[in-house]
């Protein structure tokens, strides 16, 4: 276990931390720890080794980032008052093995670290969620002073969960403690060698990261036929399916002309309302009247891969 002088959260300094320990090794932090155990509901472990296989770089905040960066603040201060102590945010990062933890607010005593969340896929009434459960179980992992972890929350109907609402002790997390730093250090090898864990599964989007300048031949085998067969099936059920769709949809909306709403027997069932269609940049006519602003704002859109068969040409 050890501490390290945090940077400023989100710096280049900071993400360093989290990417590599001082003898050069893969290193995940605490928000990582679901994706480790398999529990993500947004990245699966081979998008963290491709992350992991990168070099770090500051990414633009996204509206979550910017709410959770601007509400922390305030949630940490609520948790303060309801739990009536006070509390700091560290100005240090704790690590054990290949874990780093980057806590939100803790009390003086350190038994007690904070968590704050802003949610708009969670509910108060909802039972912990595994994310949250295994990145306090990695909090819990670094910081041996700490016997609870307490999560405040804004959830998704802007409601504040009160601090004892969802809590993580360590004395039942020991276990989980231990699996998840050897689940750490195994990942951590394999990334290290530059290979994927046993049983990674690799996407179109991931090959796509992995090699986005594609050459060469490579004999597929037997698989090969099976897979484009079965794709190409894919692709016409698919077809099929949705000129079905296409068909329905024109029908009912003939059906029901001017109409905004389709009742039946008094009930009902379907309705057609109008909507904006929001506004959109006319780039023919920038680049036209102002040529010059039209290329210093023009974005190189870069490459990506297409998939298409040749089977039956």
Not at 224 to 253: F, M, P, Y
């Amino acid at each position: 276990m050890g501490t390290h002088n945090k940077p400023a959260h989100g710096s280049l300094e900071w993400l360093q931390l989290r990417h590599k320990d001082e003898n050069n090794r893969t290193r995940f932090g605490a928000s990582e720890a679901p994706v480790l155990m398999g529990v993500s509901k947004y990245r699966t472990i081979t998008d963290l080794a491709i992350q992991k296989w990168s070099t770090p770089e500051i990414k633009e905040q996204n509206e979550a980032m910017m709410r959770g960066h601007i509400l922390e603040p305030a949630l940490i201060e609520y948790a303060s008052q309801v739990l009536g102590v006070p509390l700091t945010t560290p100005d240090e990062m704790y690590s054990h093995g290949r874990m780093i933890a980057t806590l939100d607010a803790i009390t003086g005593d350190g038994e007690t670290i904070v968590e704050a969340k802003t949610s708009t896929w969670y509910s108060c009434d909802d039972q912990m969620p595994l994310e949250f459960y295994w990145q306090a179980v990695a909090q819990l992992a670094c910081c041996p002073s700490a016997v609870e972890v307490i999560f405040v929350i804004l959830d998704m109907r802007m409601r504040l969960a009160t601090p004892q609402h969802w809590v993580v002790y360590r004395h039942r997390a020991e276990n989980d403690i231990a699996e998840l730093l050897a689940t750490a250090d195994s990942v951590g090898d394999s990334l290290d060698s530059h290979e994927l864990p046993a049983g990674a599964i690799i996407t179109e989007d991931n090959v796509k990261s992995l090699y986005p300048s594609p050459h060469g031949i490579k004999e597929l085998g037997s698989i090969g036929i099976t897979l484009v067969t079965q794709w190409q099936s894919a692709k016409s059920a698919r077809d099929e399916a949705e000129a079905n769709e296409q068909s329905a949809r024109d029908a009912l909306c003939a059906l029901l002309g001017e109409a905004e709403v389709g009742i039946v027997d008094g009930q009902q069932i379907v309705s057609y309302k109008a909507r904006s269609t929001g506004s959109r940049w006319d780039t023919k006519r920038l680049e036209q009247e102002h040529p010059e602003l039209a290329v210093e704002y023009k974005k190189q859109a870069g490459t990506t891969r297409v998939l298409k068969s040749s089977l039956g040409d």
